[in-house]
């Protein structure tokens, strides 16, 4: 039985989307902004718990801006260096989480010295503060990819359990079937249904 295959620009679209997903350097690059946003969220929510959710003193907040983009470069270097990058964390274990761990504790003594040495005053309580959030924001974000590979295989695993039911010999009374029953003929239809056509004439399986 034949079955002409054409796909919806959309379909392609989200096909080309997925392929852009699993590229290393798009895991990469979605990985540093969020970092980045990691950073930035820790320094000023630290600094207004530290002042009880209030007004920042002004010396506090013209610090923080003018070393928040040094933080941020500091973070990237010391994450790269790390291989919080390059891991593959659908696959996260304890491996990971101990490497998560080093990077952060690194990252907050660096960031202790350098702003000890070029004078630039903080609450010692807001470095507490940046380590214990990042530490959490930093692992959330990278198990989250594994918890969600996780959620989606068992929930794709649910669902491959179809009766498959094979009409053998039809011919073209088999074909007339399948297309009364599922108008639109085509491979992602008959993979959510358990039909996949079969033979030496078969265009779609």
Same mark, same amino acid.
């Not at 801006?65 to 790390?82: E, G, K, N, Q």
């Given at each position: 039985?034949?079955?002409?295959?054409?796909?919806?620009?959309?379909?392609?679209?989200?096909?080309?989307?997925?392929?852009?997903?699993?590229?290393?350097?798009?895991?990469?690059?979605? !990985?540093?902004?969020?970092?980045?946003?990691? =950073?930035? &969220?820790?320094?000023?929510? +630290?600094? $207004?718990?530290?002042?009880?959710? /209030?007004?920042?003193?002004?010396?506090?907040?013209?610090?923080?801006?003018?070393?928040?983009?040094?933080?941020?470069?500091?973070?990237?270097?010391?994450?790269?260096?790390?291989?919080?990058?390059?891991?593959?964390?659908?696959?996260?274990?304890?491996?990971?989480?101990?490497?998560?761990?080093?990077?952060?504790?690194?990252?907050?003594?660096?960031?202790?010295?350098?702003?000890?040495? !070029?004078?630039?005053?903080?609450?010692?309580? =807001?470095? &507490?503060?940046?380590?214990? +959030?990042? $530490?959490?924001?930093?692992?959330? /974000?990278?198990?989250?990819?594994?918890?969600?590979?996780?959620?989606?295989?068992?929930?794709?695993?649910?669902?491959?359990?179809?009766?498959?039911?094979?009409?053998?010999?039809?011919?073209?009374?088999?074909?007339?079937?399948?297309?009364?029953?599922?108008?639109?003929?085509?491979?992602?239809?008959?993979?959510?249904?358990?039909?996949?056509?079969?033979?030496?004439?078969?265009?779609?399986?």
């Amino acid at each position: 039985m034949f079955c002409d295959v054409k796909f919806s620009d959309r379909a392609s679209m989200i096909c080309e989307i997925k392929k852009i997903g699993r590229t290393k350097y798009f895991r990469q690059a979605v !990985l540093i902004a969020i970092d980045l946003l990691i =950073v930035f &969220f820790c320094t000023w929510v +630290s600094l $207004l718990m530290r002042f009880s959710w /209030s007004a920042i003193p002004a010396q506090y907040e013209i610090a923080a801006i003018r070393t928040l983009p040094v933080d941020m470069i500091l973070t990237l270097a010391v994450f790269w260096s790390f291989r919080l990058y390059h891991s593959v964390w659908s696959y996260a274990s304890i491996n990971e989480l101990i490497r998560i761990f080093k990077a952060v504790t690194v990252l907050i003594v660096l960031e202790i010295c350098y702003k000890m040495m !070029l004078s630039v005053m903080m609450p010692r309580s =807001v470095y &507490f503060m940046v380590y214990i +959030s990042m $530490l959490v924001l930093v692992t959330m /974000s990278r198990m989250s990819i594994r918890i969600l590979k996780y959620y989606l295989g068992k929930k794709r695993s649910v669902e491959d359990r179809r009766i498959r039911t094979m009409i053998a010999g039809a011919g073209s009374a088999g074909a007339t079937l399948l297309t009364n029953t599922f108008p639109i003929c085509r491979t992602i239809q008959y993979r959510q249904t358990g039909l996949n056509p079969s033979g030496d004439d078969r265009a779609c399986a």
